[in-house]
């Protein structure tokens, strides 16, 4: 694997870390910036909306420029939201410096995903995207109890400046050991040419897969704290730790899947759907029981957003592997993370603590529906297929003549 496709993880890391970093500091967030809890959640909201809405508009922008250039520029915009957040003196500031990171991470992660599925062969690429995208995960596993201890010991703006520091080591590491390719390699033909690889409906109904599988697993984890206190009984001293478990099962089952990518697409989403709708239908059902609630959780981080290295590889098989269509499949991502959370919380509200997970479920039902035509498409091309005949067999046919 080129050692450029680990940097480009370094820089996913960095940008999940920052998008991560409010949801561990409420409740010093809102005493700093004098805001309320809620406000401060709507600042997690407007990362999202920002990452969906901005990040195709801002990478069509730069589909001329060399993927290595914009990476660069991608980190300044990034660092200049970094920057203003650690400074901001209200609240107002605050989110425009979460709508600025939003953006140039959700263009970031397309880029990114194009140039390391380029930077490799065609029959490794799930696992090249496997390996860039463990800094989602690791993001996960790491980035938000990291963040999350320094700005509880140090205050929230120091939980902002390390992100920082990191986004800087980031950007060197990338101009030190990211390749940079020649203009014709990375010629994207223009944006009528892009633009016309999304009249395709095949990939439209592959975006909205993605979008189902990610809400399904956010329909949980955006919850899992107050679940397994309130439902399970855990302390809130132990929650932590049953996170890290999560994310450790994240990175195993995002390896395991990127393995699997490119060779078994569609059984590995059909797979994994299936379970982490068992799993999720088993933790709304299991949650006061603390070995089943605790074994259920870890299947959802196991089977959940650890399908993206094949959700990545089916839609670059549909469209394209260029930043466009990446970038726009990140804002599908994004869409299922923002159903999720804008839908549970009423759920929540209407039903208690139980619905966002049977909302999981119903999402991962969605999901699994969309790709029945693919999967009835791929049963009756094998169908088509003759059957392969044995040295035998061919040795018979030359040797009996045809008959009128």
Known sequence: MPRAVYVLALGIFAMVTSEFVVAG???????????????????????????????PFLTIALLKMRQKHALLLLFGLFLVGNVLAALAPDYRTMLVARVLTGIASQAFFGVAISLASRLTRPEVRGRAVAVTLNGLMLGTLLGLPLSTVIGEHLGWRAAFWAITVLTVLAALATLAGVPSADGEAEASGGLRQELGTFRNPRLWLTLTTSTFVIGATFSAFSYLNPILTEITGFSTGTVPLLLIAYGAATVIGNTVVGRLADSRTLPVLVVG?????????????????????????????????????????????????????????SSFITLGIIIATSVGGPAIDAFGLRAPLWIGAGLATLGLVTLIPDALRRRAESRAVPPVRTEAERQVARDVPETV
Request: net charge positive.
């Open 25 to 55: 500091l409420m409740p010093q967030m809102a005493a700093g910036l004098d805001a309320t809890i809620p406000e401060i959640g709507y600042l997690i909201t407007a990362f999202a909306a920002a990452m969906a809405l901005g990040g």
């Open 273 to 329: 759907l299936a379970l982490n709708l068992a799993f999720l239908a088993g933790f709304a059902l299991l949650a006061q029981l603390t070995v089943p609630a605790v074994a259920l959780m870890t299947g959802i981080g196991l089977v959940g957003v650890t399908m993206n290295p094949a959700l990545v590889t089916r839609v670059q098989r549909t469209g394209n592997a260029r930043p466009l269509v990446n970038t726009v499949h």
